[in-house]
């Protein structure tokens, strides 16, 4: 069983940073998807970016060019580096792993979720 573990949300002002870290714990080395979704008031969730095991990142559109996924696999972590943050990032912000490739990922749902952590962009 694979348990997410997020931590490094919080409160922000428009255009600052944050960085979101995942910690993975079970079987993490049988995961060709990492990533993180989000889940804004009264919206639907989405994905925010993913990595592959072969390292290759996708992000949703509205992300682009202002975060950074990446893997310390040594550590079992995921991590979200958020810049030039805006009051529309406000959601909560899951942590996800699938055994599928993250192509299939973004289709559908992720098979793993973590407990979420709130991340709030003021303006």
């Known amino acids: 069983q694979v348990q997410l573990v997020e931590s490094g949300g919080g409160s922000v002002q428009a255009g600052g940073s944050l960085r979101l870290s995942c910690a993975a714990f079970?079987?993490?080395?049988?995961?060709?998807?990492m990533g993180w979704f989000r889940r804004a008031p009264g919206k639907e969730r989405e994905g925010v970016a993913t990595?592959?095991?072969?390292?290759?990142?996708t992000y949703a559109d509205s992300v682009k060019g202002r975060f950074t996924v990446s893997q310390d696999n040594a550590k079992n972590t995921l991590y979200l580096q958020m810049s030039s943050l805006k009051p529309e990032d406000t959601a909560m912000y899951y942590c996800?792993?699938?055994?599928?490739?993250?192509?299939?990922?973004?289709?559908?749902?992720?098979?793993?979720w973590g407990q979420g952590t709130q991340v709030t962009v003021s303006s």
């Open positions: 996800v792993a699938d055994s599928r490739l993250c192509r299939w990922v973004w289709a559908g749902l992720p098979a793993y």
């Open positions: 079970g079987y993490s080395f049988s995961m060709n998807c």
């Open positions: 990595i592959d095991s072969d390292g290759s990142t």
